[in-house]
């Protein structure tokens, strides 16, 4: 029964609650602090693919010409990260210098895209040589111009040689008062142990501190439990005996050459030679090519289906959005038609309009458009408002096209399909839900100015939406906080909107579906050597081989002879013009029994999580 309870299924609420965490955490790791980025509040992600920045690539788009790139590796970390590695020629001739700009680092630069449940980021590193006013070879002819200078006598000595104090005259040891802080002090005659006095401090003005009631933090500890006193003595002994044999030594070859510090040259900057050699230097530094990251860092198959997973997560929203209707009624209007025609309002409605958002150049925008064209059509500029977690867009009549029957026509189409319509209506009369016929407009909230500089709210709404805040019916508000109490009232019924559809799922449940089907289809379990030597060589080139060692051999084989079949030119795989390490595509007949046993035993101790004591056939050759 336990192992049945254990294997059954989770409750679909569980995963949504760990899934919404960890889209927190990710949220707090990637935006606390960085909000907004120098382009503005309207980009929340990196825009720049694999393919930018790249001199001989001609695509504009993932297409499957990357897989021949040996510069370009695909990763998952964790199952829930996507990481490219990208090594590209430093751009010297940039506007600024891009990102060596006055430096002198390599000729190429690692850039890493990065993609997770909140969006794609991209950075751009570079290994720091010299600062700017240093040129190439600069600090190895100064290092030998200062040896030129420095005799040999100069030289400074491997172990300083410390004049002996007679005993006589050696500082006695003093210990303070435990309630008197230690300070630092200098004094020729008078020696203090700072660490003893320190200690018996914390414990008389902390008692709290004290590991063992009654005794002090400053007394030494008593002998291990299982070792004797003679035994102590014993340890001690050898100490000193070790310490008296070094001072012998250095005494007797202190003016030894081998004991003065010899000259070091700096290292003469040398140029990568592979093109993915900055990537492996970074992959290796932030530790992900430990053995211990095997269970969590894996390549991707690189296949046409994957670059479609990742256009299609590229193009997934990363925040909430929102749209929302904003007509303005003018005294004495109540048809369609004059409503419409609006082209303007009051100042106190324009004041409104501009607390709502700030207005965005509909043909430059960048974010949320919310059905908005760029041509214009829709008018020129729109109301917009964002933060780190969501984006809302206004279709405000009177910034839209009313000059014909055809703009008239959409503006009704953009503003009759929203769900939610805040109306400003300076009307003594109280507005109607059937003045603009729709089928949306589940929630319109009125507002109407006062005489005395107030505002009355008005919430119509559906019988099937629920009550939501912060405004309610009837509310008087202030002109000074309106706009933002309109705007949160607005989004809530959105939302509120929103969770009754049957089959509506929040941004990130989207997102995390299109990770765990890309992980699922295009994760590679390949081996750890496999999975070096793709890191190593994301392509082969053009002229290299690969020599098989896990050709079929009886039992009785000698070392020699084992010797001789592997480096036999028989066993080495026909030459192609761009092959890929790692590939899946081989056969179970084409591999020996060596090389499908360790196959096995690797995936078998990846899932398992536990490692086995078998060790996997070392790395294939690479000739050239």
């Known amino acids: 029964m336990s192992s049945r309870s254990s294997d059954s299924p989770k409750p679909e609420s569980h995963d949504t609650v760990k899934l919404a965490a960890k889209t927190l955490i990710n949220h707090l790791v990637n935006h606390l602090c960085h909000f907004p980025m120098g382009s503005g509040a309207s980009r929340i992600n990196s825009s720049i693919q694999e393919f930018h920045d790249w001199e001989d690539m001609t695509c504009d788009d993932l297409k499957s010409d990357l897989f021949f790139s040996p510069n370009l590796q695909f990763f998952i970390l964790n199952k829930r990260t996507l990481i490219s590695f990208i090594e590209l020629s430093a751009l010297t001739n940039a506007p600024g210098g891009g990102v060596t700009a006055g430096l002198t680092t390599a000729r190429t630069v690692c850039r890493v895209i990065l993609r997770d449940l909140t969006g794609k980021y991209s950075w751009d590193s570079s290994v720091l040589y010299a600062p700017p006013w240093c040129n190439k070879g600069s600090s190895l002819n100064n290092a030998k111009a200062l040896l030129d200078i ?111 510090a010899q000259p070091q040259m700096p290292l003469e900057v040398q140029d990568p030679v592979s093109p993915f050699q900055i990537c492996r230097m ?132 953009h503003l009759g399909n929203d769900e939610v319509h805040i109306v400003w209506s300076e009307h003594f009369r109280d507005y109607r ?55 949160a009232a607005a989004i809530n019924a959105s939302r509120i909107k929103r969770a009754q559809m049957s089959l509506y799922h929040s941004f990130y449940e989207e997102r995390a579906k299109g990770f765990d089907t890309l992980v699922q289809n295009h994760i590679d379990m390949t081996m750890f050597e496999d999975f070096s030597a793709s890191v190593f060589a994301p392509v082969l080139p053009a002229n290299s081989t690969i020599c098989d060692q896990t050709t079929d051999l009886p039992q009785s084989a000698s070392s020699s002879s084992l010797e001789q079949t592997f480096t036999s030119p028989d066993q080495m795989s026909p030459s192609s013009a761009r092959q890929s390490r790692g590939s899946s595509t081989d056969t179970a007949n084409e591999e020996g029994p060596i090389k499908r046993t360790a196959r096995r035993l690797s995936l078998r101790s990846r899932k398992t999580g536990k490692s086995t004591s078998v060790t996997p056939p070392s790395s294939p050759l690479l000739k050239q």
């Open 433 to 487: 839900r059937g003045i603009i016929p729709t089928e949306f407009g589940d929630v319109i909230i009125v507002i109407y100015p006062l005489p005395n500089g107030l505002y009355r709210i008005q919430i119509i709404r559906k019988a099937e939406i629920p009550y939501f805040g912060p405004l309610f019916n009837g509310a008087i508000v202030d002109r000074k906080i309106l706009p933002g109490l309109v705007r």
């Open 150 to 260: 420095c005799t040999e006598i100069e030289r400074e000595p491997l172990l300083i040689q410390e004049e002996e104090i007679p005993p006589s005259i050696l500082p006695s040891t003093v210990h303070r008062s435990p309630s008197q802080i230690p300070y630092h002090q200098t004094d020729n005659e008078v020696e203090y142990d700072n660490l003893n006095d320190l200690l018996g401090y914390i414990g008389y003005t902390s008692p709290e501190c004290i590991l063992e009631p009654g005794l002090p933090l400053n007394v030494e500890a008593p002998i291990p439990e299982g070792l004797s006193e003679d035994a102590e003595n014993v340890v001690t002994d050898m100490v000193i005996d070790q310490k008296d044999g070094e001072l012998e030594y250095y005494q007797k070859h202190k003016n030894s050459q081998s004991l003065i």
């Open 282 to 413: 970074l992959l290796n530094q932030m530790g992900l090519l430990a053995w211990e990251k095997r269970c969590s860092f894996d390549l991707l198959k690189k296949s046409d289906s994957m670059l479609r997973q990742l256009k299609y997560l590229d193009n997934q929203k990363c925040r909430e959005t929102h749209k929302f209707a904003v007509i303005y009624v003018a005294e004495g209007q109540e048809d369609k038609n004059s409503i419409l025609n609006n082209t303007g309002g009051s100042k106190a409605y324009e004041d409104f309009i501009s607390g709502l958002g700030w207005e965005i150049d509909l043909e430059t925008h960048q974010g949320f458009l919310g059905g908005l064209h760029q041509n214009k059509s829709t008018g020129d500029t729109a109301p917009y408002f964002a933060t780190s977690l969501y984006e809302c867009i206004y279709h405000v009549s009177t910034r839209m096209p009313s000059g014909s029957d055809e703009a008239i026509h959409t503006k009704i189409k």
